[in-house]
């Protein structure tokens, strides 16, 4: 006993520096790329393979590359022809939207992408954020529509590119996790018909592709239609996406219901609460949170899905792009065409995700 | 002793009935865990429940507001029946106030609107008076300076005077406790403690599920003991735990005193 204490009191309690092996540029490249043999061999691939790819596609985008050029032009060149993309950017964007009108859907773009990056900021979240959405879709529509204040009416058949991709979208999205959430919570009730309901409709939607949606909604519904009522091609593919998106978040937030302590529950009901403010109030708050890594993988999944709707010739960002490479001066530059559109998605995508995980962290920092 | 006498003393002038139990029978399935069970407890009476785990000891006190559906029997809370009627449920809710073992506070809520949340949505409280209400209980429970934190950044004990906050803000006439001491270190016990003593000062209808024996000798009327999903001996405290009547009193006595 004696000497175990006596050689506590030999340490010293002062806060010691850690040894400086792995300091340095040489230190950081011994413990992250050299430190195992195996390690060692991993960065020598690595290496290689980069020294074989990333210098000739750098050959082929940039140096060789023709970016103002016809068609023809392009053939005789070996490097990448963006030219495919500059030259048809107005119809790979718009589609067959009028071209002189085309500053309109331009324009509902921008008042998208502001209101969704002034919604970003959760101190802005309230009731007439709500209000101004409303009231931002409305006008969006309007301006895409026209036929009021002297604007030229543009069918919805003209509607396409990155505005129709947009539009299926953030209307799919918005409606499809209210509904979602509906879903999950009849899906955990206590009355047996809404529950069956529920668990029959998630079931279902889920069994069967988003394809096979999007060709009954275009093809077999109008079938039972009375003759003469015909429903616009949009807002039934709209329709489709949205059913079939709420049915995979209502499995995800009912991962998150499940998840939730009973004792939650109990407390809100002993204090009184009935069910609506219980779920309102104390549940969901805390369940959503817990699902937003899973919703966000949904979300961004549905949205790439909005590309489906090919198969029902609308004509969103990727039909788009498809018909422009059908045209004979530009056949066989997909390679651009497709890397372009790529990087759109990309950019969506990525700041959707990087979005999920600020939220993330901005609520984990107010409750920890 | 003097103080815990005129503790006691206080309580029990009125003889109004405020809780009712006749002939409870609750099954979980196949498993009957409360028997026959009849319980009369009069305005103001402080009650502590002990027996071993299993006993049916907090499935009593849940039933008392509904917490746990019973399947027999009738319970009469306050001149209410308790039955399907969502009416009476909420009534009754609103009349009966609960402390659970584990807190149950609202962890993505600040203290305070822990607090104000039940006045404010069942109550319909202006929020002006809510934010008065749970200070005034909060300053009760020696917590008020803690008013803007989340729960997690409370220690257990003040997380459970939080809790009781919680349910006097609803102004309840009657208070059910269930086991709200066993899941706190032991240093942190008294605190607790500390402040039902004082609810019970003021003259609280109490249900105490607790084995805390300072606690029942202090402040409780009768203490109950139950096994078996039965009412085994109801007695004071001090013939309880001084002189235990039952053979499985007896038993548990002596094994909680150790």
């Known amino acids: 006993m004696r000497t175990e204490n006596q050689k506590f009191k030999s340490v010293s309690t002062e806060n010691v520096k850690p040894p400086a092996v792995n300091i340095g540029l040489i230190g950081w490249i011994r413990t992250n790329l050299f430190s195992s043999w195996f390690n060692s061999i991993l960065t020598v691939i690595t290496v290689y393979i980069l020294w074989k790819t990333i210098p000739p596609f750098v050959q082929w985008a940039f140096i060789d590359s023709l970016w103002f050029s016809t068609g023809a032009e392009c053939h005789e060149a070996g490097g990448a022809c963006w030219s495919v993309v500059l030259k048809n950017f107005r119809f790979i964007l718009f589609g067959f939207y009028p071209h002189d009108q085309q500053w309109r859907p331009l324009l509902a773009m921008g008042m998208l992408i502001g209101l969704l990056f002034f919604s970003r900021n959760r101190n802005h979240w309230n009731i007439y954020l709500a209000y101004s959405w409303m009231l931002g879709l409305l006008l969006m529509g309007f301006l895409m529509k026209g036929g009021i204040l002297g604007l030229v009416p543009v069918e919805s058949i003209q509607w396409g590119g990155l505005p129709l991709t947009l539009i299926l979208s953030v209307f799919g999205l918005t409606a499809a996790y209210p509904l979602g959430v509906m879903l999950a919570l009849g899906r955990q009730s206590r009355l047996p018909i809404i529950r069956s309901l529920c668990i029959v409709y998630i079931e279902l939607i889920r069994g069967v592709p988003l394809i096979s949606l999007l060709f009954m909604s275009s093809v077999v519904f109008p079938l039972f239609f009375p003759e003469g009522v015909t429903f616009n091609k949009i807002i039934r593919a709209q329709i489709a996406i949205i059913l079939f998106t709420a049915a995979y978040i209502a499995e995800v937030v009912r991962g998150g219901l499940q998840a939730m302590d009973r004792g939650q529950y109990e407390a809100a009901e002993s204090i009184g609460l009935n069910y609506y403010q219980t779920m309102r109030l104390v549940i969901l708050p805390q369940a959503l949170k817990i699902v937003i890594p899973p919703s966000v993988s949904i979300l961004i999944s549905a949205f790439k899905d909005t590309s489906l709707v090919v198969i029902i010739a609308l004509y969103d960002l990727l039909k788009t792009t498809q018909s422009t490479l059908t045209n004979p001066e530009w056949m066989g530059f997909s390679a651009e065409a497709y890397l372009f559109i790529a990087i759109i998605y990309f950019i969506c995508c990525f700041f959707m995700s990087n979005y999920s995980r600020r939220l993330e962290r901005e609520l984990n920092r107010s409750n920890r | ?258």
């Not at chain 2, 024996?213 to 013939?239: W, Y």
């Open chain 2, 1 to 258: 002793m003097r103080q815990e006498k005129s503790d006691k003393a206080d309580g029990l002038q009125s003889s109004e009935v405020i809780i009712e139990i006749q002939n409870l029978h609750k099954w979980y399935g196949e498993m009957h865990v409360l028997k026959d069970i009849s319980l009369t407890v009069q305005k103001g009476e402080r009650i502590v429940v002990c027996g071993p785990s299993g006993s049916g000891k907090s499935t009593l006190i849940r039933c008392i507001n509904r917490l746990e559906e019973h399947q027999r029997g009738r319970i009469i809370v306050h001149g209410v029946e308790l039955n399907n009627d969502l009416k009476n449920i909420e009534k009754i809710r609103a009349d009966v106030g609960m402390v659970f073992q584990h807190f149950n506070l609202f962890p993505h809520l600040t203290i305070l609107e822990n607090l104000t949340l039940g006045p404010m949505w069942v109550r319909k409280v202006p929020k002006k008076e809510a934010l008065e209400t749970a200070m005034y209980y909060l300053d009760k429970v020696h917590i008020s300076e803690q008013a803007e934190k989340y729960p997690s950044q409370l220690s257990g004990g003040q997380q459970q005077r939080v809790a009781i906050a919680r349910s006097l803000c609803m102004k309840p006439n009657i208070m059910l406790f269930d086991e709200p001491t066993s899941a706190l270190d032991p240093e942190m016990v008294k605190e607790v403690l500390d402040v039902m003593i004082s609810l019970a000062r003021e003259g609280m209808t109490m249900i105490v599920v607790s084995h805390e024996m300072g606690f029942a000798k202090s402040v409780a009327h009768r203490v109950l003991f139950m096994d078996f999903g039965q009412i085994l001996e109801a007695n004071t405290p001090e013939e309880f735990f001084g002189n235990p009547q039952h053979e499985r009193s007896r038993l548990f006595i002596s094994q909680i005193l150790h």
